[in-house]
């Protein structure tokens, strides 16, 4: 999966993050899951973005990134928290602009400059979490779904 397509499945995944959070802050049942299942299809995604060629060449700091978060993930699929995934994969990707790139389905990051438009708008997002304004982050990426046409995707 490649170019605007990748986007909106990025964009579509941080939706999901976005609806399990709500559910933990509304304390909805089912939500631990919710998280769980958000962090798994998260990082399912950044794996296979990390066996596309061009970064694949450059295992590191991507290998290291990725294993720190499938642990939590792993337990997670054993029993463990959801939650305890979930805080994992999103504090991850939001220190870590090499994960926000890889997130965002972008060439492999070099600056603060190469970050593209969706890796810039996850990142927003990702504070925007921090700040526990979830609806707001919702209308980020609900203008940047639009903006890139996912409905046609």
């Known amino acids: 999966m490649e170019g605007r ?5 990025a964009i579509n995944l941080m939706i999901g993050l976005a609806e399990a ?21 998260i990082l399912r995604h950044l794996d296979n973005q990390f ?9 590191e700091p991507y290998y290291h990134l990725l294993e720190e978060m499938r642990e939590p993930v792993k337990m997670y699929t054993y029993g463990s ?11 991850r990707i939001h220190a870590n602009d090499e994960l926000k790139q890889l997130m965002a389905c972008g060439s492999p990051y070099r600056n603060k400059e190469s970050l593209t438009e969706t890796a810039r708008v996850i990142g927003e997002v990702l504070e925007t979490f921090e700040n ?5 982050a919702l209308l980020i990426l609900a203008g940047q779904y639009k903006k890139l046409s996912c409905a046609t995707a």
């Open 5 to 9: 397509e990748c986007e909106c499945r």
């Open 21 to 41: 959070l709500d559910a933990l802050i509304e304390e909805a049942p089912g939500r631990d899951d919710k998280l769980g299942r958000a962090a798994k299809n």
């Open 51 to 59: 066996q596309t060629s061009a970064y694949t060449e450059r295992q």
């Open 81 to 91: 928290s959801g939650l305890d995934a979930e805080e994992m994969v999103r504090n």
């Open 132 to 136: 526990g304004e979830v609806v707001d």
